[in-house]
């Protein structure tokens, strides 16, 4: 498995950055779905979000996201 994501569990809140077809890199934040030898599934605002591992170059858990203020 990638080596960032050795320490991710579905469930757990993170980020996880990788590069795009051109090259770039971008970044899926939300809940991890699922992960297997080859895919990472993240649950985004923009909904599911499957990365190859193969293109991910940093991972890891983050806090849940900010409370409103009343």
């Known amino acids: 498995m990638n080596e960032p994501l050795v320490n991710l569990e579905p469930g757990m809140r993170v980020v996880i950055r990788y590069r795009l077809d051109d090259g770039r890199a971008t970044d899926a934040l939300g809940v991890l779905l699922s992960l ?34 009343p």
């Open 36 to 69: 297997t030898a080859t895919h990472a599934v993240v649950d985004t605002k923009r909904g599911a979000e499957t990365i190859e591992l193969h293109r991910v170059m940093a991972a890891k858990e983050v806090p849940p996201p900010p409370r409103p203020r």
